[in-house]
């Protein structure tokens, strides 16, 4: 039988510079949004910001490029993908390495992915282009869970499971697992299924390397309400309204949101 800790973590805003809105709205690559606001092209709620760094909350904002208000890809799209590993969550790479975007090339529309998997780590990827769907998802306030299976070296006991639901500071930073399960365990390895409610940069694997139970095999498996199922390695399956609608029924689009107080 399995074992497992739990725990409730913090939560923060959302905010990004103002060339990574204009990527996540799939208006232009990061290198194209930043030479558009260099060249006094981009307009923020009627203003023209020359500043590419400039702090944005991107669903708050009307974003104009030579006077025209963008919103991004007129049709909804959202898809999930199997990621498989050796592949990089990310457009293009200077070093040559296989993209996400190599599985994607029939693909209906521009998407931009739901946070990131990194090279080693494979499972479930949302991309879509619904940017405010996007950055609710990703904002630690919504709480969305992400669920992992787990392999690492070692024996990992119950007093370390716990130890990861509790949190570790390393640096500056703390980290801590929403849950953790162990679902078996020998002198060799550990299996676990970990929880996560945010996605904070290679958090599984920076805990574990804590404890000194490095990751050998790393998947995710589930994001909110959506689940791999019989997705294979490298594919990819449109995601319907009503699929959404069930997978994440606290999601309202900022139109139906209650103004927040002045």
Not at 178 to 184: E, H, N, S
Not at 237 to 251: K, Q, T, W
């Amino acid at each position: 039988m399995g074992i497992t800790v739990r725990a409730t973590v913090g939560r923060s805003r959302h905010v990004v510079s103002l060339e990574r809105a204009l990527s996540k709205r799939g208006l232009a690559s990061r290198s194209e949004a930043r030479a558009l606001i260099l060249q006094g092209r981009v307009s923020v709620d009627g203003k023209i910001l020359t500043d590419p760094a400039t702090r944005v909350v991107p669903e708050r904002v009307t974003i104009t490029i030579d006077g025209e208000a963008k919103k991004g890809g007129a049709e909804p799209l959202t898809i999930i993908l199997h990621k498989p590993r050796g592949y990089i969550t990310t457009r293009a790479d200077p070093e040559g390495r296989k993209t996400i975007y190599d599985l994607l090339k029939d693909l209906p529309g521009r998407v931009i992915p739901v946070g990131r998997l990194d090279l080693a780590t494979s499972g479930l990827l949302i991309l879509t282009n619904d940017t405010q769907f996007g950055d609710w998802l990703t904002d630690p306030t919504s709480n969305i869970p992400r669920i992992y299976l787990v392999t690492v070296k070692g024996e990992l006991t119950d007093e370390t499971a716990a130890r990861l639901v509790k949190g570790l500071t390393l640096g500056a930073e703390k980290l801590a697992a929403a849950d953790v399960t162990v679902r078996k365990r020998s002198k060799r390895e550990t299996h676990l299924t970990i929880t996560l409610t945010e996605g904070k940069n290679r958090e599984i694997r920076r805990l574990l390397d804590a404890v000194e139970h490095p990751v050998t095999v790393l998947r995710r498996v589930q994001f909110g309400g959506l689940g791999l199922g019989t997705l294979q390695p490298g594919k990819w399956r449109r995601v319907s309204a009503a699929e959404l609608r069930a997978g994440f029924p606290s999601y309202t689009t900022p139109s139906k949101r209650a103004p927040k107080p002045k």
